[in-house]
């Protein structure tokens, strides 16, 4: 079974640079036909994608968000992170790590159970 859990801080400053991290088990982020997908849910709004590590280690980002996005990973600890810069109160929302299934129609098939991160001085 997969589990991913994200983690980091629950509060940041307008202008900094909010970072998460998605740490995996039961499973290899380095496994072939994976994607390593985050999003997020704003409130009262839907969900929105951000960007995604492959297996190999590619990334690609949102366009609206690709300016100030970064996705990273760390094969030893099975973790994969991601670092959005210039942070304003509209990045407030429920951050998501997931996992997406290239041999299953892309479907998103693992999620993590988010975490809150509040934009606020």
């Known amino acids: 079974q997969v589990q991913l859990q994200e983690s980091g801080p629950g509060l940041v400053k307008p202008s900094q640079t909010l970072s998460l991290t998605c740490t995996v088990s039961?499973?290899?982020?380095?496994?072939?036909?994976?994607?390593w997908s985050w999003i997020r849910q704003p409130p009262g709004k839907g969900l929105e994608w951000i960007g995604y590590?492959?297996?190999?280690?590619?990334?690609y980002y949102s366009p609206s968000l690709k300016s100030r996005t970064s996705i990273s990973r760390d094969t030893s600890k099975n973790q994969f992170t991601l670092q959005l810069s210039s942070v304003t109160p509209e990045d407030t929302a429920v951050y998501y790590c997931?996992?997406?299934?290239?041999?299953?129609?892309?479907?998103?098939?693992?999620w993590g159970q988010g975490t809150q991160v509040t934009v606020s001085s």
């Open positions: 590590i492959a297996s190999s280690g590619s990334t």
């Open positions: 997931a996992r997406v299934d290239s041999t299953v129609a892309y479907i998103y098939d693992y």
């Open positions: 039961g499973g290899s982020i380095t496994t072939n036909y994976y994607y």
